[in-house]
């Protein structure tokens, strides 16, 4: 994927739970324990949006984007996933530290993205589901004004009695395999993942000292 398409994308996702205040609270109540974790989220950085004040310390932001996202996302699942076979073959020290740096870079973009992005509108698409499922798909589109719809999906799992998105697809674009490619990429450029992990937290020590500039 290019830089461009990508960046776009990204933008969807980190934007995209803004606007999920527009649900009514009617149709919230009608929504199934996976979806109702979406909204949540939503609701929560949607009130803190309104305090201007407070999204201009960006370093106050992503420790709040960071305390609510990180509750209901399963980073521990999502890295063995991105880095694939490069998992395997890592040492406890990279994986951990992939990880945390991973997670960095996710909750950082989204904290950008959160104090510049407030205009969608989330409709959710019906869900059935039995009581013992312990995975799901949670289909929904993103719709903004004199755009056409765009169809985000949330991969989510059960996890000791909690339900935790591990990947999002958007139009069609796993968030999961599209890191993937690009960290494949990087580590055969460097010649190794303890180099691309080196390189990773460089740029997120950079981004946030330049308060996600």
Known sequence: MRNQT??????????????????????????????????????????KLQDKAFTKNFA???????????????????????LGKYWKTATTEEQQRFKREFQTLIIRTYSRAFVEYNDWTIRFVPLEMSNDVTK????????????????????????????????????????VTNYRSTFNEQ???????????????KRNAEALSAKGS
């Open 6 to 47: 990508k960046h776009y994308v990204l933008k969807i996702f980190f934007a995209l739970l803004l606007g999920l205040m527009a649900v009514g609270q009617s149709i919230a109540d009608d929504l199934q324990p996976p979806q109702q974790i979406i909204q949540s989220v939503s609701n929560q950085l949607q009130k």
């Open 60 to 82: 106050q932001v992503v420790e709040f984007v960071d305390g609510v996202i990180s509750l209901h996302t399963d980073f521990g699942k999502i890295a063995p996933l991105v």
């Open 136 to 175: 799901i798909v949670v289909k929904t589109e993103v719709l903004q004004p004199g755009l056409q719809p765009v169809s985000v999906n949330y991969r989510m799992f059960l996890n000791q009695g909690d339900w935790k998105v591990y990947d999002i697809v958007i139009e069609g674009v796993s968030l």
């Open 187 to 201: 580590i055969q450029t460097k010649g190794s993942l303890s180099a691309v992990i080196d390189d990773l937290a």
